[in-house]
């Protein structure tokens, strides 16, 4: 019967494959559903990283983790130009047209979609493999001392709990009137769900709806952030003339009361995050 670290082994390499499939495929179809799936397996290759990452050396993780900010940093300007063209979109009935706007997000997406794919391609993941196969031939070592592994363990998980503990204190600076404080949230908990999720094959109770749980809380969170984005590319727009600060002014007035909307309900939600941690049964 394998141990908890072969578990986190396997669960290591099958990642690392996951991320290799959908980066090649990105690279060789550059769809927006490609780019999705690419964006979600670095996510989580990082995440799993940043916790079998306290088993490598810092200089071997840093180097990595650059490479995962860079896989990342190509796709943002792509993906803020595609939620925007969508939420133009579904919300057409919503407020005057604004085909001014809406012509310079396509053009916006054109490059943004040239310079991703210009910029996946040239990504290199060397390093990065190379630390994948150093921390999957730690975890498999073997006739690991009974005290070795129990140590290891207890290393793992308080990182996880320090993870969280940092999220707590995120959700106790949350300000209804600062949406950067439920950004600042956001991302510290992105950081603590993908370790939970990486934990999974150790603990029955990650059960799979306890993650999708913990997917919607973050996407609410999610969504104001895209709002947020939203309105400062709407103000930067027709920041320079009057014409076209009219053309979307009834837009903008209804992004402001969107977004009033998202905190409200971001603010609600913010104590469902003590549901998430410590396990039962653990």
């Not at 090649?24 to 550059?30: A, H, L, P, S, V």
């Not at 490609?34 to 979600?40: G, K, M, N, Q």
């Not at 810092?58 to 969508?86: C, T």
């Not at 999708?212 to 309105?231: I, N, P, S, Y």
Request: glycine share 4%.
């Amino acid at each position: 019967m394998k141990d908890w670290q072969d578990l986190l082994a396997d669960s290591l390499h099958a990642r690392w494959k996951s991320y290799r499939r959908a980066l090649d495929k990105c690279r060789k179809r550059f769809s927006e559903k490609a780019v999705h799936d690419s964006r979600v397996e670095t996510r989580r290759l990082m995440s799993q990283l940043g916790l079998l990452g306290l088993f490598a050396t810092r200089p071997a993780l840093k180097k990595a983790e650059r490479v995962l900010d860079r896989h990342m940093d190509a796709f943002d300007g792509l993906r803020d130009s595609q939620v925007q063209l969508l939420l133009l979109k579904a919300h057409a009935r919503e407020f005057p047209p604004v085909e001014a706007l809406q012509a310079e997000l396509v053009r916006r997406e054109e490059r943004c979609r040239k310079r991703a794919h210009r910029d996946i391609d040239r990504l290199k993941t060397g390093r990065l493999k190379k630390l994948v196969a150093a921390l999957t031939e730690r975890l498999e070592s073997a006739r690991r001392p009974a005290g070795r592994l129990a140590r290891d363990r207890r290393v793992l998980l308080a990182a996880v709990e320090r993870a969280f503990a940092r999220t707590v204190q995120r959700r106790q600076r949350m300000d209804p009137g600062e949406v950067a404080s439920v950004h600042r949230l956001r991302v510290d908990f992105k950081r603590f769900r993908y370790m939970v999720e990486a934990l999974q094959p150790l603990f029955p109770a990650i059960t799979s709806a306890r993650l999708k749980a913990m997917h919607a809380f973050q996407d609410t969170m999610g969504e104001l952030q895209d709002t947020d984005v939203f309105l400062a590319r709407v103000d930067k727009f027709g920041q320079d003339d009057p014409g076209l600060a009219q053309s979307v002014a009834g837009l903008r007035y209804w992004l402001l009361r969107r977004r009033t909307a998202q905190m409200s309900v971001c603010v609600k939600r913010a104590d469902e995050l003590m549901e998430f941690w410590p396990l039962k049964n653990q």
